[in-house]
């Protein structure tokens, strides 16, 4: 079993007779970020009873953070706006993102599971998706990202959590669960959780779904776990602070994928704000201190939070023309982004170089070099040259959420190190490894909220079994 790193942290599990608690459920599940509530919603769908327990005061989590983007196959969607797409090709662009990397059977089962996932919200609950089909992010070559018409993760968890008090879901806001009660074969019967008051309450369970967290926001395991990562700046929820993992070190769980995450390498600084890599993809660049690009931009905005994190000061400044600034407009966090200031307008090269601080004729060779074709440095394919003015954003890299965490098995339930399953736990979303493989370039667009939403499916398929 791998060892438990010293921390004050409160994650427990308890041996031997679970104390008496003072309800009981079916299901219990730890998380109401889009994880907790899909498979809440799912649950109720199906007649069984189910708890959400929240440490915050509102369902919001990682999802509220993150850009909202669902990837999915085949859905109904995808089939409205006339965009052909399988569970086989979405598998195959999984894998070629994670080099061929990640967890066979899991990238099978997620990339089944996503279209009936997102068909499901959308039919039974009323969530109304959106396909993004004006670009396509790194790794996908089909138009599959699911948006609902605010175009932010904070307006998908708003839907979600609509969607579960509708449906009656029962979601105990501000119960930050702490210990769990294991017999001595593994079965968690009891959940122990704590008041703001301090009071402490017990739930008893016939199975347990962990949809609480990862662990970046625990810089103890981050320490242990992520080192190249552990100093860079943490954009991710507070909430992702390791109890999955802890908790599973206890009962002895293995761990999987524990170097994946998904960083980004377009957050705004001082601004605190995320700045959509459709900007790059559609004809933007990066540029360093020293006024020079660096890397290919459109091989992913995960392993670009490593290239800007390596230039001089950890710096970046994205660079962008008007029509690239007029396709920007079309995402909300862009637009509170450039409310906050982040956007910096240059007329011309002298006042870029000014701004940026570096020579001005480096710079006007970098962007020179931005020309239609082939770029013989960094090997990107551009499909025109960028106009006058310019507008740039200074940017660093930041890690946004952990892509390992505890191994499942295809049915979303918890191995033990000896690859035995868990008797009634199960884990998804940021409690359990994910699809990205073992590094931060295996991570694909969407796939954070691909392992909550399709790995929520899955799980609720699976409680329900266990149940019978």
């Known amino acids: 079993m791998n060892p438990i790193p010293t921390t004050d942290h409160p994650a427990r599990v308890q041996r031997g007779p679970a104390p008496k608690p003072e309800a009981d459920t079916a299901v219990a599940i730890i998380g109401a970020g889009a994880c907790g509530l899909s498979a809440a919603l799912a649950l109720t769908r199906a007649g069984i009873d189910c708890v959400v327990l929240e440490r915050d005061a509102l369902p919001a989590g990682s999802t509220a953070l993150s850009s909202g983007f669902v990837p999915a196959a085949g859905t109904r969607a995808q089939m409205r706006q006339s965009i052909q797409d399988s569970p086989t090709i979405f598998a195959q662009d999984l894998q070629g993102k994670a080099h061929g990397t990640a967890d066979p059977a899991l990238v099978q089962a997620y990339a089944q599971a996503s279209g009936p996932a997102v068909d499901a919200l959308a039919e039974h609950h009323g969530i109304e998706w959106q396909v993004l089909d004006t670009f396509l992010y790194p790794g996908h070559r089909i138009h599959r990202m699911h948006a609902v018409p605010e175009r932010t993760g904070a307006a998908l968890m708003s839907r979600l959590s609509a969607a579960a008090d509708a449906a009656g879901v029962v979601v105990l806001t501000e119960a930050r669960a702490t210990e769990l009660w294991a017999d001595a074969s593994g079965r968690i019967e009891v959940i122990g959780y704590r008041r703001p008051d301090g009071s402490f309450e017990r739930l008893g369970c016939r199975a347990l779904l962990l949809a609480c967290n990862g662990f970046g926001g625990n810089p103890a395991l981050m320490a242990e776990l992520l080192p190249t990562m552990h100093e860079a700046t943490y954009a991710g929820h507070v909430g992702n602070d390791g109890s999955a993992i802890l908790w599973g070190r206890q009962l002895g769980a293995s761990l999987a994928d524990l170097s994946a995450y998904q960083g980004h390498g377009s957050w705004a600084v001082p601004q605190g704000a995320l700045i959509s890599w459709g900007l790059m993809m559609e004809g933007g660049v990066q540029i360093n201190r020293r006024g020079e690009r660096f890397h290919d931009e459109t091989q992913g905005y995960s392993e670009a939070a490593v290239h800007v994190l390596a230039q001089p000061g950890g710096i970046a400044w994205n660079v962008f023309d008007d029509a690239l600034l007029d396709f920007a407009q079309g995402f909300p966090d862009f637009r509170d982004a450039q409310r906050a200031g982040a956007v910096r ?4 090269v002298d006042a870029l170089a000014a701004l940026i601080g570096c020579p001005s004729d480096t710079l006007a060779r970098t962007l020179d070099s931005v020309a239609p074709g082939l770029d013989p440095v960094t090997g990107r394919r551009f499909g025109r040259a960028l106009g006058r003015p310019l507008h740039a954003i200074r940017v660093t890299g930041a890690l946004f959420h952990t892509q390992g965490g505890l191994s499942i098995d295809p049915r979303c339930r918890v ?6 399953v868990f008797p009634n736990l199960l884990a998804a979303g940021g409690a359990a490894r994910g699809v990205s493989g073992n590094a931060v370039w295996g991570y694909l667009s969407g796939n954070g909220l691909l392992s ?14 266990i149940l019978d």
């Open 415 to 420: 191995l033990r190190t000896d690859a035995s």
């Open 345 to 348: 307008r240059c007329d011309d």
């Open 452 to 465: 909550a939403v399709a790995g929520a499916h899955i799980a609720a398929q699976t409680a329900t079994a």
